[in-house]
């Protein structure tokens, strides 16, 4: 009888079952992430076997030369991750609010716009300071506006803020095209007005990002963590009911935590302008204000994480694209590299909310059911 | 039963495609032509030192016509150069922004002693690069500016192009006339449509090269032209030439870099002439022929120039002499009969200088033929394209072509 029981009971458990972690040592949850890594990498060396001529690992050296190589391509991968930073800690709050901003892509378009169109149309006519209050101010005010509108329909009439922000990144890119149309060349571009460009520090403009990026990290980090505002936030986030019920004004909290993301992302479109470019095009942001949105969501809302995940993404494409260049391979290379990469980071994820657990060996079953 | 049916229906496929097969083999007649203006091979009679480095700065990559069309020259001179591929750097995706002149900066540092840039944006960062770092040439195609910069290492440089639209527009014009031969079409219905980018100097000079190439044959022949205002929009182009093809447009044409246009006309079955290079495999049922520029013969002459110590053209226009305009091969299962000779018949006209394509007597604006007076560029009867400047700059709205949108 008992042999029988045993028998049945065998047959009926799984090989594994999966269990919730409750909580997470730190140390395995790096190692787990360490072995996706590598487990990308290891899938990406296969890859690179089988559609490439050249040996994988020339292929990993040119990526870290391609990032490491020289002083300017370090500053130029430094200052570049502080954009996507810029703008990834620009959507943050708004996300930790469970408020989907997916519109930070237009938000910097459009102030990048406002900034161009400042130094083209009154570049001459005002003081180089002014122009440069009148520069940020401006950006500032017309990304939170471009925010502040989706947050005023999701605040009044329960609108869906996702696509709602996502419209608002056509408009601004239609009125880039429009615009470029009133003052840009025959050709359709602006002519770049690197006389109006903000003063380079230490030789090149790309410390300025970097320090400003950096402050407003440590500042978005104590916002979040200290201040009431943060905590109404994250209550906002956790349940409106709750928030609620505990005297938290909803609506304001939402434009309000709205206009401070806008603003931010107008921040960035100054600095693409103002610290780079000098002029405007559509394509400015490079999809920026999408891929931020990926750098938020892997860190977690985490302005300290969100510093390595940003760094991370830009590493990748810029490393990549040398190596692309170098050894001609084909551009879909680099984007396939980066998305199994990304791919790997963001499915070991499950590895570390869930605990696997492996069918014990059927001795000791026998014992149990002794 | 059931396997029985399952036998039959097993063989029927089997003995379907079979049929297709040898049906499609029977099908294909007589297939491409010779080139009438193949792409040459280049002349190398310089020493290069053993450093030599040179970077091209692309905006996309080889899934633009536009781009590939930049990459294969350059694989073509490097394969002549007999340059290893760490000498000759290729930079794709450079957008017209600052990354433009951090890529210029770049392939400094990386040692090369010229850098080219493909297309019209990347000019002002060139120039802001070529101004920083004077030993080095800056040479880029498609712009306007280097005489105006004054800089001693900035160039540009572009192709007599219009002349190879001109002679693929005679083989459209051609085609028009087998229609009306035909019965197909009456005279009074000869459209052609075309697929443009922009409004500016570049489409319009092209456009109007290859409509006059077919009024050369087709007298009747009128055309419509719709923008798109990208250079790469899949969507757009295809839904343009869908557009004119409803305007009872019998022939497209294009100039934009997607397979948009060329895609459309092969799934309608309406004749297509292409540009940058050859989209028969994709459209062997519609492709005529295809006009391009050969930027391996620039490669070719500046590096001439680094390598001798001379100095680089400001403004470098290549014609057919320097193998810098070229066509693909004639798809005779499209084109009409006796295309190649009168195309070659017009090459050798090019060749020996009699054939002005702008000439005044071939063309109006406002039913009134122009002069001088009307346009600095016009003297001694034709229009000179090119000259002043290597980019195109003929820009004048001719009889004959209606503009559908002016809005890009």
Known sequence: ?????????????????????????????????????????????????????????VLYKSMFEGVFGNSMRTWILFSNTAILLGISLALTPAFKMKFWNCGGEGQVIIASLVSAMLMFFVGDSVSYPVLVVLMLVSSLAIGAIWALIPAIFKSKWNTNETLFTLMMNYIAIQCVTYFLKVFGNAQGNQEPMPQFALPKIFGDRYFLNILLIAVICILMFVYLRYSKHGYEISVVGESERTAKYVGINVSKVIIRTMIISGALCGLVGFLLVANGSCAITTTITGGRGFTAILVSWLAKFNPVYMVLTSFLVIFLQQGTSYMGDIYRLDTSMADIFIGVVLLFIIGCEFFINYKINFKKPSKENKEVAK | MKKILALVLCLVMVLGFAACGTTNNEDKTLGMSESPLAIPALTVDYELPEDFKIGFICLHDESSTYDLNFINAVLRYQEATGLKNDQ???????????????????????????VFANSFGHEPFIAQAAA???????????????????????????????????????????????????????????????????????????????????????????????????WYDVEAEKNAALNLMSKDCVLISQHADSMGAPGACEENGVPNVSYNGSTYEACPETFIVSSAINW??????????????????????????????????????????????????????????????FDTANWTVGDKTLTNEDNANIKDGYFHESEAISAPSFDLRIDGITLLNEKY
């Open chain 2, 88 to 114: 000759v750097i290729i930079k794709r995706n450079i957008e017209e922004t600052e990354k433009c002149y951090e890529a210029a900066v770049e392939l400094v540092n990386q040692g090369c002693n010229i």
């Open chain 2, 296 to 357: 391996a013969p620039y490669y070719n002459y500046i590096t001439k120039c680094y390598a001798e110590g001379k100095d680089i053209d400001t403004n470098w226009c290549g014609g057919i002499a320097e193998g810098s305009v070229v066509l693909t091969g004639i798809n005779q299962d499209v084109a009409a009969e006796g295309t190649l000779a009168a195309v070659n018949d017009a090459i050798a006209k090019f060749k020996a200088g009699t054939l002005n394509v």
């Open chain 2, 132 to 230: 920083e770092y004077p030993d080095v040439q800056f040479c880029h195609a498609t712009g306007v500016t280097a005489a105006d910069k004054g800089l001693a290492n900035f160039h540009n440089a572009f192709a007599s192009i219009y002349q190879g639209r001109y002679l693929a527009g005679l083989a459209a014009g051609l085609k028009l006339n087998e229609m009306i031969a035909e019965g197909k079409i009456t005279a009074d219905k000869a459209k052609m449509g075309y697929v443009g980018a922009y409004t500016y100097a570049e489409v319009i000079s092209g456009y109007t090269s290859f409509y006059l190439g077919a009024k050369s044959v087709c007298p009747t022949v009128t055309m419509d032209v719709q923008f798109t205002g990208s």
């Open chain 1, 1 to 57: 009888m008992n042999n029988v029981e045993v028998t049945a009971k065998k047959k009926r458990e799984p090989l594994f079952h999966i269990t919730k972690r409750s909580a997470i040592d730190w140390k395995v949850s790096i190692g787990i992430r360490a072995v996706a890594i590598l487990g990308a990498l290891v899938f990406m060396t296969i890859v690179f076997l089988f559609l490439s001529d050249e040996n994988p690992f």
